[in-house]
């Protein structure tokens, strides 16, 4: 078991003072048998009230709605947690399902298929002809196998940049530039299982791996959806499956729909706000707890 303490600190100024409209906040790690909450909570500035919701695919979201009006608005998280996934690659698949290709059983299929289907279907041809060059999906292979090559081909084969730009690149983007953010490598990613014909979705969260790298360790990569051992995370930034170092807080099927904090604001004309984001991941003692007791959501 693996304890993590998560400070995710967002704040933005305004240069005058200006109206905020509703926030809605993905910070919230998702918990299940391999991750569970120890304590957590939430420092927001101006004052502000809070209505916690799940998303259409359980994400934990916090709706805020701000009290009063400012020049900047402050919003830190601050979680422990327990991790569980030492041994990712400790799973069995479905025999019907250990080696590509094969068909998804018939129950699942409905379920699966908004995350078979593709975000750029325009970019196909392209996204082909790269797997063809690596020599992926023309031939029967062992599924884990498959994934595994697709993982290490794509770290090898385009430049990690750290990109501070809104938005996730397309696949034709990623390889005209031959680089790409972790976002944009994720995405890649889960196109070409897509286009395989495996059901994928995108994940944004944290890695302790990368408090170094870009902007803090905030991070992002992909999952897929085995039989057996359901949805397995795969990382083509760094080449490695899904582990106890990657805190998943939101999945999606297009990547452009799960960023951490998301709002508007009311102002005078020209105000170009500033954004800053400081992100840090790290080992907690096991005795270790939040000094503070708001509670940023259930136990």
């Known amino acids: 078991m ?6 995710h600190l967002t704040e933005y100024r305004f240069g005058a003072v200006v109206t905020p409209l509703p926030h809605r906040l993905r910070l919230r790690p998702r918990e299940n048998h391999n991750l569970r909450i120890v304590d957590s ?45 030492e041994a990712p690659l400790d799973f069995l698949v479905e025999d019907f399902a250990v080696r590509y290709p094969f068909q998804y059983q018939a129950h699942d299929v409905l379920d699966l298929a908004p995350f078979c289907t593709p975000t750029w279907p325009g970019d196909r041809a392209e996204v082909m002809s790269w797997l063809g060059g690596v020599s992926l999906g023309a031939s029967p292979i062992e599924t884990f196998l498959l994934l595994d090559r697709l993982n290490h081909a794509i770290r090898d084969r385009f430049r ?18 031959g680089s790409g953010s972790c976002r944009d490598l994720a995405a ?11 059901a994928s979705r995108f994940v944004t969260g944290y890695n302790l791996s990368y408090a170094d790298v870009g902007n803090g360790s905030t991070h992002a990569w992909a999952e897929v959806y085995l039989p057996g051992p359901g ?8 080449g490695v499956v899904a582990g106890s170092s990657h805190i998943a807080v939101a999945v999606a099927h297009h990547p452009e729909t799960v960023p951490p904090v998301a709002g508007s604001f009311l102002g005078p004309t020209g105000i170009r706000p500033q954004m800053h984001v400081t992100v840090g991941v790290r080992e907690a003692t096991a005795t270790a707890g939040l000094k503070k007791s708001d509670v940023s959501g259930p136990k």
Not at 58 to 67: G, K, L, P, R
Not at 188 to 198: D, K, N, V, Y
């Open 188 to 198: 890649f990613f889960t196109e070409s299982c897509r286009h395989l014909g495996l």
């Open 41 to 85: 909570k939430l420092e927001i500035s101006p004052a502000y009230g809070i209505r916690w919701q799940r998303d259409v695919l359980d994400n934990s979201v916090a709706v805020i709605t701000f009290a009063d009006r400012a020049d900047r608005v402050r919003i830190e998280s601050t979680v422990l947690i327990e991790h569980y996934e």
């Open 160 to 177: 990690y940049e750290v990109r501070e730009q809104p938005g996730v690149h397309s696949p034709r983007t990623t390889l005209t530039n």
């Open 231 to 238: 949805w397995k995370g795969f990382d083509p930034t760094a």
């Open 2 to 7: 693996r304890r993590l303490h998560i400070d």
